[in-house]
């Protein structure tokens, strides 16, 4: 059977667009963070039972301590579908860190949030340009056993 629409090169299609944003965006963003002496961001989230949500977006300096967030805002990339074109928001810095954690989790884990749900950290290293996302996702197991009596 032959569908007239090919969702494999749909879904091709969108997976480089999402891969193009967030290559995007993580330069953008590391680029700001060297920019105010930030060695390394963490953005951690955790979420279960249909809601989650960013727990905290943490800077730190090259000597690991904590920084504060620069008050200034960025242009952040976004993109709806593959017959978009990319559009651009200006959002603060700490509103586009996580919009980078949420953008990651729905393109890599989508319902990260649901049922047990899971948590991690999203951690942009400024020196080695890259970004790392660290998915722990929740289940409920259930171990079976029958035995005769």
Known sequence: MTDSH??????AALTALAEHRRRRNRD???AVLAEYGVATATIEFDGSGDEGQIE???LYNDANEVVGMP??????TETASATDEPATTVETLD????RF????????????QDNDGGYGTVTL???AKTATLDFNGRYTA???YIHDL
Do not use: K, N, R
Request: a negative charge; one cysteine or more.
């Open 6 to 11: 090919d969702w494999l090169a749909e879904h």
């Open 28 to 30: 953008m963003l590391i």
């Open 56 to 58: 905290s977006v943490t």
């Open 71 to 76: 008050a200034i805002t960025v242009s952040f």
């Open 95 to 98: 509103q586009a860190l996580e």
């Open 101 to 112: 954690a949420y953008d990651a989790l729905c393109d890599f884990h989508s319902g990260w």
């Open 125 to 127: 290293c400024v020196a």
């Open 142 to 144: 259930s171990d079976g």
